[in-house]
């Protein structure tokens, strides 16, 4: 069965730093690309990040670039997410997923880390 766990979340001052793991099995790792996405209290879910199956490409939402980045290690089945310079506006629910060609197309979903930013 496709099984993706986030870790890493947790309660951070702004201008913090936080790293997000996304720990995947079940599925063949490096044929997908993976993303991350987050929900943020009364918002709509958002796409943040994406890396293609072997980390050649990634895309980032205009409101993190610069200050997330992400990453994967195929031999250990993980996608992470650097996040740094961390503003109360990130705070969300954040989930990762397999995201064929990082398109949006999602068809597994993680159960999310919580992230909270205080200001």
């Known amino acids: 069965e496709v099984q993706l766990v986030e870790s890493g979340g947790g309660l951070v001052q702004a201008g913090g730093s936080l790293r997000l793991s996304c720990a995947a099995s079940?599925?063949?790792?490096?044929?997908?690309?993976i993303g991350w996405f987050r929900q943020a209290p009364g918002k709509e879910r958002e796409g943040v990040s994406c890396i293609s199956n072997r980390g050649a490409s990634t895309y980032y939402a205009d409101s993190v670039k610069g200050r997330f980045t992400i990453s994967r290690d195929n031999a250990k089945n993980t996608v992470y997410l650097q996040m740094n310079s961390l503003k109360p506006e990130d705070t969300a629910v954040y989930y990762c997923?397999?995201?064929?060609?990082?398109?949006?197309?999602?068809?597994?979903w993680g159960q999310g880390t919580q992230v909270i930013v205080s200001s």
């Open positions: 997923a397999t995201d064929r060609y990082c398109l949006g197309y999602v068809s597994s």
């Open positions: 079940g599925f063949t790792f490096d044929a997908y690309a």
